[in-house]
């Protein structure tokens, strides 16, 4: 399976940027997806997970600005980020085959999860 993001650039502080995430086969449906984010000089790090059934979990610091969303028939992953801050500022990837437990709330990436090339966001103060 190939993941290929597009939607990143650059925006001022309080702007908006949506995110896609197109899967080369019908796997939207079927695993829980996310995106996932590495600001330089870190590690990556969760930002937002949605499950077969479109039941979504964030990360705390983005609760509230971000949503994902999904569109089966598309098969495109898409992450909406409005009032974006200086601290947002990463390379987000696509992911399919997160780890998703929605009885506790956990979800990570593992060995299988599925990766995309990366989309760099710049939020400037």
């Not at 979800?107 to 990366?118: C, N």
Request: net charge positive; proline share 2%.
């Amino acid at each position: 399976v190939q993941l290929v993001e597009s939607g990143g650039g650059s925006v001022q502080a309080g702007g908006s940027l949506r995110l896609s995430c197109s899967a080369s086969i019908n796997i939207v449906n079927r695993f829980c997806m996310g995106w996932f984010r590495r600001a330089s000089g870190q590690a990556r790090a969760g930002v937002g997970v949605i499950d077969r059934d479109g039941g979504t979990r964030y990360t705390d610091a983005v609760k509230g600005r971000f949503t994902v969303s999904k569109d089966d028939a598309k098969n495109i992953l898409h992450l909406q980020m409005n009032n974006l801050k200086p601290e947002d500022t990463a390379t987000y990837y696509c992911a399919a085959n997160v780890v998703c437990r929605p009885a506790d709330g956990v979800w990570y990436a593992d060995a299988l999860t599925t990766w995309g090339q990366g989309t760099l966001v710049t939020v400037s103060s």
